[in-house]
């Protein structure tokens, strides 16, 4: 687990110096970015975002006393998402697009002037064009009005042509194909020469664009509050348009429920007539036979019952009258109607049984009984009735909804949206992410290995010295940079090499170097040159051989004029002791190329080669050969067959682990018994090493 978080923190610690290492990517993207995020910060529209609250009250039952009776039969219990879906409808966000006259827009189309932020402002409350007398290619085409001035304007037709000039608040009515165009702007701000686009939306796509800007939400759970919001480029446009829709949907809400009073009312004056004459024929009735009969003494036994009776009667009438109002907000399988049910039914076998008592009395108070229980009961349905009446009167009369609006909407000064900064931090954001997806790319298409452990493990070969990324010569001047500078960071590296060579050396072996790179420009001459001045610089005689015969450089290092080389004394054309130089660096003698000649792998190869090698041993301490790069000829492998120890320069982060194993096996064909190792030259690291030294440019 630690191994792994260990593992974690070390590939961000890569990916970091990967960013750094490559600024130039990463710094151009951000600076991108950057200027992308302000001018999209600047060219959105500046939005405001006001809002209202209404509560709906689920119970009529906070009117007056007097109608505290019809609280049942006007009760509303939708609940919000019901209330929500309706003001939410066509119906009453179309008549406030209307109203506002909504499916009109004016599009300001100053791309600078929307970017400095001082466009202007037109509201137009009439666009009619006669499309159907226009050819099918240029229906729905915008129109455009220009501002002259602050007060007056021009509208041009779809081609720009000028149909009217007009001021605000004014309707124009000019001909135009055949017809009329009709025209009105309420109000504008604008600068002269301002330029507008004038469109108008069929009425489902303008309460469509409208419903995106406004939004209903219920403020907490089951509370009948709901705040209404609306967003628009203009603060008092917005304010307007939302205190519209809330006054439309509290009228709407007023209008629907006294209409239903109303269709009661009228049910109920109805009835009025006929509940009269029932209770009239039942008081005739009722006096017709105490007058045959005369005077009746009702016991206490029958008085009871007769109370009973109308009690139950009472209470039957008012179930009914509930169970009828509850029946138009559930369906009838909901539990509340279910239970209504169950209590009518019950009522209903009280009343049978109240019915068989009344049977068991003399028939003469059963009579009376009888027509006394119609008299009660015509006089309270009446009574009620009219009580009724009486109140859906005062509903009717008095606009009771169901809604009332707590906060109007407000002006504000301050938009919602955008929020400057958060768009230039994503931006920003954005701009790092493709600037370390190329970062990440670059060094994926690199291909090249950069893990000195991988090489090893990968090869079986040690890596002896990781050289910092610096001076591509070998020399200052004329003398290696190992003399010049001394305490140089690479000189270090170099040192490092020097003392893993004379470890893995043979006892009592006169040590030759052979010194390759897998192709041009890894830097293997900058090995060779500072490697043999630091051997020198032990006191040892070093011999310095320059054994690319067809390009070889190392006389321009020193400064020695070209001449005869180690090619001439192959071709038998000179001797080492002709060919041989001194250098400026004591006890460092350098054997350049010489001239090209025109078979070098054959002369590398040869057995004249190997002697001269061999004849020079006794007269150095140390010889190192400076080969061709291994993979562009065979030379490098035909030099290295003499060379106790073989070095292969690779670059840094430049070659495949492919490349490398192939290089050098190529190195190795012709001389499997020697010491082999790596040098990776113009290491990048991000840190100081153990000396103190940083990393950098020599």
């Not at 915008?142 to 001035?149: C, L, N, S, T």
Request: net charge positive; proline share 4%.
């Amino acid at each position: 687990m630690a191994s792994s978080k260990k593992k974690e923190d070390s590939d961000y610690v890569e990916f970091f110096k990967d960013m750094v290492k490559n600024w130039k990517i990463l710094l151009p993207c951000l600076f991108i970015a950057g200027v992308v995020g302000v001018f999209v910060a600047l060219w959105i529209r500046p939005v405001y975002k006001v809002d209202a609250l209404l509560q709906i009250e689920t119970k009529n039952n906070k009117n007056m006393g007097m109608m505290a009776g019809l609280g049942s039969l006007f009760a509303t219990a939708s609940p919000a998402e019901t209330e929500i879906e309706l003001i939410m409808s066509r119906q009453i966000i179309g008549e406030a697009v209307e109203k506002m006259h909504l499916q009109y827009d004016a599009e300001p189309l100053n791309k600078l002037d929307r970017l400095l932020h001082r466009e202007g402002r037109m509201e137009v409350h009439q666009f009619e064009v006669p499309w159907s007398k226009l050819p099918a290619e240029e229906m729905g085409k915008p129109w455009f009005a220009v501002a002259k001035d602050s007060v007056t304007f021009d509208l041009l037709d779809h081609n720009g042509k000028k149909v009217l000039t007009g001021t605000p608040g004014q309707t124009y009515r000019t001909p135009y194909a055949g017809d009329t165009v009709s025209f009105s702007v309420y109000s504008m701000e604008v600068q002269p020469g301002q330029k507008f686009a004038i469109t108008k939306k069929n009425r489902l796509n303008a309460i469509g664009s409208f419903k995106g800007a406004f939004s209903v939400k219920e403020k907490g759970k089951k509370t009948g509050i709901l705040e209404f919001s609306y967003q628009d480029i203009y603060p008092d446009r917005a304010t307007t348009i939302l205190n519209e829709i809330a006054t439309t949907y509290l009228r709407q809400n007023v209008e629907q429920r006294n209409a239903e009073a109303q269709k009661t009312l009228e049910f109920l004056e109805k009835q009025l007539p006929e509940v009269k004459a029932q209770m009239d024929s039942s008081l005739l009735k009722f006096n017709t036979y105490r007058n045959k009969v005369g005077s009746v003494d009702i016991n206490a036994e029958t008085r009871i019952v007769l109370e009973n009776r109308t009690k139950l009667q009472q209470d039957l009438l008012a179930l009914q009258q509930k169970k009828q109002s509850a029946i138009r907000l559930f369906q009838p399988e909901h539990p509340t109607i279910k239970t209504l049910e169950e209590q009518e039914a019950t009522l209903k076998r009280e009343l049978a049984a109240n019915s068989s008592a009344t049977k068991k009395l003399p028939a003469t108070q059963q009579e009376v009984l009888k027509l006394t229980n119609e008299v009660e009961t015509s006089k309270i349905l009446y009574t009620t009735m009219l009580n009724n009446i009486q109140q859906l009167k005062l509903v009717s009369a008095g606009e009771v909804g169901s809604v009332r609006i707590i906060d109007f909407a407000e002006q504000v000064n301050k938009p919602s949206k955008p929020n400057k900064k958060i768009i230039v931090l994503i931006a920003l954001v954005i701009g790092f992410a493709f600037g370390a997806a190329l970062v990440l790319l670059k060094s994926k298409l690199s291909n090249g290995v950069r893990d000195a452990h991988f090489i090893e493990r990968e090869t079986g070969f040690s890596v002896y010295a990781k050289v910092p990324k610096g001076n591509p010569n070998g020399t200052k001047g004329t003398r290696p940079l190992a003399v010049v500078e001394p305490d140089d960071v690479a000189v270090e590296s170099l040192r490092a090499l020097r003392s893993s060579l004379e470890f893995s050396m043979s006892e009592g072996s006169k040590p030759i170097i052979g010194v390759s790179g897998l192709i041009p420009g890894v830097g293997k001459s900058f090995i060779s040159v500072n490697l043999a001045a630091l051997y020198a610089g032990l006191g040892k005689k070093v011999l310095l051989i320059d054994a690319d015969l067809r390009k070889g450089r190392l006389h321009k290092e020193f400064g020695i004029k070209r001449g005869n080389g180690l090619s001439q004394i192959l071709l038998g054309e000179a001797t080492a002791s002709d060919v041989v130089k001194p250098t400026e660096v004591d006890n460092l003698f350098i054997m350049q190329c010489g001239n090209v000649p025109p078979n070098p792998s054959e002369l590398l190869g040869s057995h004249h080669f190997t002697s001269l090698i061999s004849s020079m041993e006794s007269d150095y301490d140390l010889i190192i050969i400076d080969t061709p790069p291994i993979m562009l000829v065979t030379d490098a492998a035909l030099a290295c067959r003499v060379a106790s120890q073989i070095v292969m320069v690779i670059e840094y982060n430049r070659h495949s682990i492919d490349a490398i194993q192939d290089g050098m096996n190529q190195l190795l064909k012709g001389n499997s018994t020697a010491h082999a190792s790596f040098v990776i030259n113009k290491y990048e690291h991000g840190h100081s090493d153990g000396y103190g030294y940083k990393y950098g440019k020599y």
